[in-house]
């Protein structure tokens, strides 16, 4: 079970904690590939999505989630409503609980916000991305894959490729993956490296030849395109040369290493076309274990007390 | 009216005073300070101090009242009741306010509401017009009308060439520049220290540099122009040498910090707590130790507390959107006193230097007990334990990040011009 009332990130959650909700999703992923892709458990129960970012795949993984298990969930697209209006995320989370919502999905632009959120409100929170902070069900769901792929985490050589200052999603596969005692290495152009990173446990490179070599696993991060314009980058046809993963490059990386990324992917920029199709590229796959993560989360967080309850 | 301090230890260094005396208080004015004052008068009152400790009444250089025009967060009749908690004869407040205090007119209504205040409240004007321009303000005319310092502090005076012409024209009315040192275009919209906690929260940071770029730029123009520059909440280490080397050459530069940067870091950003956002940011650890070691060695001359209430709805929200700022008048000598003094990292005489004698000497507010001077004295119990507990604040603004904290020391009585503004630990009527 969950220690805390929230799941705000992979950094103060626990090894245990993690390797349930990992567990608990192996059978969650066997839901999915039925023909009748529903179980009852969370019949009855109230939820909803609080999406103050634009997010198509994550908020519409965790809203398959809580259908396949019976859940009810109410999305609300709160960048374009109320807040335009001047209603704080307190008042709306209030207005929502007092309807019986009892664990809310949410997507914030300041990194906190759920923190922050979760002390005002009795319902629990799924962080689902908050700021440059965590992102911890895409850490979760990653690790998922890279142990499904690849076996004991504790083993593997980890590179995280691409924007990792900006990224949430580097910072919860950082916490989680430390956690295991997985070697993690992060490339980057120093401008897009964050100050003193290398004391989260680290190790730090800008180049990527040199961070690529004997690696495990890549996991490249999606570049956002107005970097270019504050300082950061000359161009992307630059970062790409430098720092994109080509097809070349995936030579630099064991045997059968495989290849992640979060999407939405730039194709061309940070990874090429030709990686995404190749047959260790694990993208697709990603997505469905998102699904299988998630129902795990919500399952833990709102049903059963443990893996066995769910069928 | 008479007022006997009877057996307090009174710390005065200013006057080399170090001891158990009575002190003498009459027509507002201290009028003897020795050993067992002689009691034969009938319009006296007679406090027992024995086991107190009594210093001069504390100055603040830097307070946010927030009159005119902010009176949600704070006013100048609470601002001053918190100030008399806290042991404050003196505050100067800042003019950023709604409007800037950048014209006479403000000056001279801040001080009718002050009239009938028992805290001495001293205005700081702008150094520009309406605060981020390149228009001076009638600064001989606001020295007139009886500002003590200039800044526009929530900003540094925008350029280089506007501040070499705003130190040289406040020159000539012997007015202090207090900077508050940002270079905005490095600091890019950051809120928190540029450090590992900015990396791990996903938080913007702004790097200390932000501040030793300012720090640089005006005191090498306080060399050219041969004014006077006083840096405002000083937080980086490199700017704490920048001061050190300064003060060395002979440049007239002194500087101030406030107790949340000398208790403090920025891990306490953790948990995103809005009353740890404050500008500048806290800071790392060696920075912490460089400002204790600038405290130490003279470096950094003053304790302020940039007092900065807001109201609870504005610090309610995500940390990203919070103002900066935490309030520090009801807690800073407690702080300093449970955290420095009793650790043994600087003395009462020092705490006295610092929140007392020092800034009255830089910016001529007294500050000291010279016989024949103001009665402005505190009678302090250095080990009374208490708990921070905002609710009970006098000041309107509840963003302290100390919050639950257990301190040692509380003002029993301050007393402002012979008057009691505090008695046993309550503001008087």
């Known amino acids: 079970m969950l220690k805390y009332k929230d799941l705000l990130g992979l950094r103060n959650i626990t090894k245990e904690e993690i390797d349930e909700i990992l567990e608990t999703a192996i059978p969650m992923k066997d839901i999915i590939k039925r023909d009748i892709k529903k179980v009852p458990t969370l019949r009855g129960k109230s939820m909803a999505t609080l999406f103050f970012e634009n997010s198509t795949r994550t908020k519409s993984s965790f809203e398959i989630a809580a259908k396949y298990l019976s859940a009810d969930c109410t999305n609300l697209a709160v960048s374009t409503s109320s807040v335009q209006k001047g209603e704080t995320l307190i008042d709306t989370a209030k207005t929502l609980e007092v309807m019986g919502i009892e664990l809310f999905v949410m997507r914030h632009g300041a990194s906190g916000a759920p923190h922050f959120l979760g002390r005002n409100t009795k319902a629990r929170i799924v962080n689902a991305g908050d700021g440059m902070n965590e992102h911890p069900t895409q850490g979760l769901l990653d690790m998922y894959t890279m142990k499904d792929k690849k076996g004991d985490l504790s083993n593997l050589t980890v590179t995280i490729l691409g924007d990792v200052a900006h990224s949430r999603v580097a910072r919860s596969n950082i916490w989680g993956l430390i956690k295991y005692g997985t070697k993690v290495r992060v490339v980057a152009p120093e401008t897009l490296i964050p100050v003193e990173l290398q004391k989260m446990g680290v190790e730090v490179y800008t180049d990527v030849d040199k961070a690529l070599k004997g690696t495990d696993v890549v996991n490249v991060l999606r570049l956002q395109k107005e970097r270019q314009s504050s300082g950061l980058l000359p161009s992307l046809s630059e970062y790409n040369k430098f720092w994109g993963l080509t097809e070349k490059r995936l030579e630099l990386l064991n045997s059968d290493a495989i290849i992640m990324h979060p999407g939405p992917m730039n194709r061309g920029v940070e990874i090429m076309p030709e990686v995404y199709e190749n047959p260790n590229s694990v993208v697709d796959e990603q997505v469905t274990n998102g699904v299988a993560v998630r129902m795990a989360i919500l399952f833990l967080m709102m049903g059963g007390k443990g893996s066995e309850d769910i069928n | ?429």
């Open chain 2, 1 to 429: 009216m008479k007022i006997l301090i009877k057996g307090g230890k009174i710390i005065d260094p200013k006057n080399s005073v170090e001891g158990i005396y009575d002190l003498l208080i009459e027509d507002g004015k201290i009028k003897e300070i020795g050993d067992n004052i002689a009691t034969d008068s009938q319009d006296i009152e007679i406090i027992d101090a024995s086991g107190k400790l009594v210093f001069p009444g504390l100055i603040d250089m830097h307070v946010h009242l927030r009159e005119p025009g902010l009176e949600h967060k704070e006013t100048i009749q609470t601002g001053l009741q918190a100030a008399a908690k806290g042991g404050f004869t003196t505050v100067a407040c800042m003019p950023n306010t709604k409007p800037a205090i950048d014209d006479r007119t403000i000056v001279e209504a801040l001080d009718r509401k002050a009239r009938g205040e028992k805290i001495n409240l001293k205005v700081i004007g702008a150094a520009t017009k309406n605060i981020d321009t390149d228009q001076l303000t009638e600064m001989g005319d606001l020295k007139e009308a009886g500002i003590v310092a200039i800044s526009n502090d929530g900003k540094p005076v925008k350029n280089a060439y506007i501040t070499r012409r705003v130190l040289e024209y406040a020159k000539q009315f012997d007015l202090i520049l207090i900077e508050h040192c940002e270079d905005e275009s490095l600091a890019n919209g950051g809120f928190i220290h540029e450090g590992y906690y900015s990396t791990i929260l996903g938080l913007k940071g702004i790097p200390r540099e932000s501040e030793d770029l300012i720090v640089a730029r005006d005191i090498a123009l306080a060399q050219m122009t041969d004014a006077k520059v006083h840096i405002a909440h000083i937080s980086s280490k490199n700017s704490v040498e920048l001061v050190r080397e300064g003060k060395r050459k002979g440049i007239k530069v002194t500087a101030e910090v406030t107790p949340q940067h000398l208790v403090l870091t920025d891990a306490a950003v953790e948990g995103f707590d809005t009353s740890t956002k404050i500008n500048p940011p806290l800071r790392s650890e060696e920075d912490r130790i460089a400002l204790i070691e600038g405290l130490q060695d003279g470096t950094i001359d003053i304790i302020a507390t940039d007092h900065a209430p807001h109201a609870r709805y504005e610090k309610e929200v995500e940390y990203a959107y919070a103002p900066f700022g935490a309030v520090g008048l009801e807690t800073a000598l407690a702080l300093i006193n449970t955290k420095l003094v009793k650790e043994g990292v600087i003395s009462y005489s020092q705490l006295v230097g610092k929140m007392a004698n020092r800034p009255g000497e830089i910016f001529k507010l007294g500050g000291d007990l010279s016989i024949g001077s103001n009665a402005d004295v505190i009678v302090f119990d250095p080990d009374k334990k208490w708990t921070v507990d905002p609710d009970k604040f006098y000041s309107m603004g509840k963003n302290t990040p100390f919050k639950g904290w257990e301190l040692e020391g509380e003002v029993v009585h301050t007393i402002c011009k012979g008057e009691f503004a505090l008695k046993d630990g309550k503001v008087t009527e």
